[in-house]
């Protein structure tokens, strides 16, 4: 069902470092769950709405958390990572073991998650906190029991993490690589269902190796402007799947602009 929403300009968007898919013409991230609906700028809020309705610890309830938490582990691994090997985390031991010890805590169960929705924090901001209170948590106490530890405290207290500056660029950049992965995921999903998988091809040419509509015409059997057509209607595919995503990490409307410009300059390497 369509829905109106605020749309956003959208820079040309270019492949990043990451896994390669079957079929697939460049690398993407690929989280163990279905891709989202034609509504995932709600998925997530849909998940921890069953969560709520459901009966505790019931089968909808630990479906919809199972679901939430893979896909938050997927799209948040790297980032966070990125986060401990570029501030002080990093001298409390492995990047990798640091992130899966936060994860196990913060995703157990689903009530941090439900707090989350009440914080007013963006997702990605609201992560990041946790896991520098994660991290202060165990330098300062390593024998603390994690379990009755609530992130929420310091999350709604605006503890932003501004001392290690360097931990938060990485975090941020790999965060928007993550995001522009996964909007093309949702892109070429999307024409694969609707059989537009030849006007991708023409879309990947032109903006992800940068050959003129010249060259890729009589490489798929186009005009120019049929190429430039094509283009452009993957390319408000693209556009779309990012603002989608952005409003399910919380970006509210009067916002989309400046973070899609924010998510430009993090991909360009700025």
């Known amino acids: 069902m369509q829905t109106h929403q605020t749309r956003v300009s959208m820079p040309k968007w270019h492949f990043c470092e990451r896994k390669q898919v079957r079929g697939y013409p460049g690398p993407i991230s690929m989280p163990s769950i279905d891709h989202f609906p ?51 985390l990093r001298e ?95 892109a070429h999903a999307e024409c694969d269902e609707r059989g537009l998988l030849d006007e991708y091809e023409v879309f990947r040419l032109h903006v992800s190796e940068g050959l003129p509509y010249a060259v890729i015409g009589p490489r798929t059997g186009r005009t120019v402007q049929q190429c430039a057509n094509a283009t452009r209607r993957v390319g408000a595919m693209l556009r779309e799947a990012v603002a989608e995503l952005l409003r399910a990490e919380g970006v509210p409307a009067g916002e989309m602009e400046a973070t899609v410009v924010e998510v430009q300059r993090l991909v360009s390497g700025g």
Do not use: K
């Open 38 to 88: 034609s509504t995932h700028a709600t998925w997530i809020g849909t998940q921890l709405t069953i969560i709520e309705g459901a009966t505790p610890d019931g089968p909808a309830a630990r479906t919809a958390h199972r679901s939430v938490a893979t896909y938050l582990m997927e799209r948040y691994r790297e980032p966070l990572r990125a986060y401990v090997v570029g501030s002080a």
């Open 92 to 186: 409390l031991g492995e990047p990798d073991e640091l992130v899966a010890g936060f994860f196990a805590h913060m995703l157990a169960t689903p009530d941090s998650l439900l707090r989350w929705r009440t914080s007013g924090l963006q997702l990605r901001r609201w992560l990041m906190h946790g896991m520098a209170f994660h991290g202060r948590t165990l330098r300062t106490d390593s024998r603390r029991n994690l379990e009755r530890t609530s992130l929420d405290a310091a999350t709604a207290a605006g503890a932003e993490p501004m001392d290690d500056r360097d931990g938060v660029h990485a975090f941020d950049r790999a965060w928007a690589l993550e995001l522009v992965n996964e909007a093309h995921r949702v």
